[in-house]
């Protein structure tokens, strides 16, 4: 599929997965599905209620000493992780491997369904609740569903009257990041669209 290479046939094994979608290993309590049987190990610490790791700054816990320690560059602004192709840096591993499949164009999550490719597993996963019709995420106030939680916490803001995103200029605040991005070219005099006339 891809052409990387492993020193020992059942971590090829466990790779492959990777391209089929496939998740083989399911937690008994929640049923949420893992393509590796350690992943699903390191999940099943959230049912047992144990977090002995505290945060020294802001007193968080967790269940894994590496989660402290990835949490904790929070607080530094610690990005140990950068790009050979653009330098662009990042805090966790896993966000610069994402990152650059945006330089190699590669896409190696697939759809079993319409056969589109994703180059990230929970974008792959969003996707297929297009076929399912499924809308997990519903809204406690008003039973709106969605299929993203990024969706429905967007919406929760209607009913809030949140206004997370502020202007550093002039402090006027927006429910959206999109809506604060329009808003600065104000500030910075670019006018964007032009008349083809």
């Known amino acids: 599929m891809c052409n990387k290479t492993f020193s020992q046939r059942s971590t090829l094994k466990t790779h492959k997965l990777i391209h089929s979608g496939e998740w083989p290993y399911s937690c008994n309590v929640c049923n949420k599905s893992f393509s590796h049987k350690s992943t699903l190990k390191t999940h ?11 945060c020294d700054v802001c007193s968080k816990s967790f269940s ?11 607080h530094t602004g610690e990005h140990p992780f950068s790009c050979d192709v653009c330098n662009k840096t990042f805090s966790q591993h896993s966000t610069l ?18 056969n589109k490719s994703f180059s990230q597993r929970g974008i792959l996963k969003t996707h297929k609740l297009v076929h399912t019709g499924e809308r997990p995420y519903s809204c406690d106030v008003c039973n709106k569903s969605f299929s993203q939680h990024t969706n429905l916490k967007r919406h929760r803001r209607i009913h809030s009257g949140e206004h997370p995103y502020s202007c550093d200029l002039c402090n006027k605040s927006f429910s959206e ?18 008349c083809n006339m």
């Open 177 to 194: 990041r999109s809506g604060l991005r329009k808003h600065e070219h104000i500030h910075g005099g670019e006018r964007l669209y032009s």
């Open 44 to 54: 099943k610490l959230m049912h047992n209620g144990e977090r002995p790791y505290f």
């Open 97 to 114: 491997k994402t990152h650059k499949l945006v330089h190699s164009g590669e896409r190696p999550y697939s759809c079993s369904v319409c």
């Open 64 to 74: 894994l000493h590496s989660n402290l320690k990835r949490h904790r560059r929070i």
